[in-house]
């Protein structure tokens, strides 16, 4: 069965850091790129950062450029999102999910890890 | 960036009617299209993939049409667990934008 877990959230100062960690299974998790959502109270999903299923090329939306870097390690089946100089609309569910091959959808979600960045 | 555009924002429809939901893209983006389901406190579930693709376990009163920049999810017959909010989003190429989404109900 596979299954993806996020873990790492937290309440976080304005300027503040935080990484997160998604550790997956059920699947050969080094064949599959990842990506990491985001959806703040009451509203809709936004795309954050993609991963590769090598590691080798990641891609970051607009907003998080320069603060957020995807990393994975294929041996811990896990992969992270480092959130640097965090802002407070940068206050998320932040997803994990897995990409479903072929380039076609994310087909595995995790059930999120809350972001809170506050004074 | 393609920019992705959904309509309605809500809908309010009868068990056993036929809904229809659009997402149009600012660009073609061929049919590199996905649609989600999301209900409240859950993760969003992959309904469809490559614009009419329907994905392994999902029921096949839901469908997917449409390529280059309109595109639609269709319910044949709605049924009470079909109250969610549905995203579409593209990956034709990075940002893989969603749309802003449609919230279902039932009337």
């Known amino acids: 069965e596979v299954q993806v877990l996020e873990s790492g959230g937290g309440l976080v100062q304005p300027g503040g850091s935080l990484r997160l960690s998604c550790a997956a299974s059920g699947f050969t998790f080094s064949n599959y790129g990842m990506s990491w959502v985001r959806q703040t109270p009451g509203k809709g999903l936004e795309w954050v950062s993609v991963i590769t299923h090598s590691g080798a090329i990641t891609y970051y939306v607009d907003s998080v450029k320069g603060r957020f870097t995807i990393s994975r390690d294929n041996s811990k089946n896990t992969v992270y999102l480092q959130m640097n100089s965090l802002r407070a609309d940068d206050t998320a569910v932040y997803y994990c999910?897995?990409?479903?091959?072929?380039?076609?959808?994310?087909?595995?979600w995790g059930q999120g890890t809350q972001v809170t960045v506050s004074s | 960036d393609i920019q992705m555009t959904q309509s309605p924002s809500t809908l309010s429809a009868s068990v056993g009617d036929r809904v229809t939901i659009t997402c149009r893209a600012s660009q073609t983006i061929v049919t590199w299209l996905a649609w989600y389901q999301q209900k409240p406190g859950k993760a969003p579930k992959l309904l469809i993939y490559?614009?009419?693709s329907l994905e392994s376990g999902v029921p096949s009163r839901f469908s997917g049409s449409g390529s280059g920049t309109e595109f639609t999810l269709t319910i044949s017959s709605l049924q009470p667990d079909d109250v969610a909010t549905y995203y579409c989003?593209?990956?034709?190429?990075?940002?893989?934008?969603f749309g802003q989404g449609t919230k279902l109900e039932i009337k």
């Open positions: 490559k614009a009419s």
């Open positions: 989003q593209k990956y034709n190429k990075y940002p893989y934008t």
């Open positions: 999910a897995k990409h479903r091959g072929g380039n076609s959808g994310l087909d595995y």
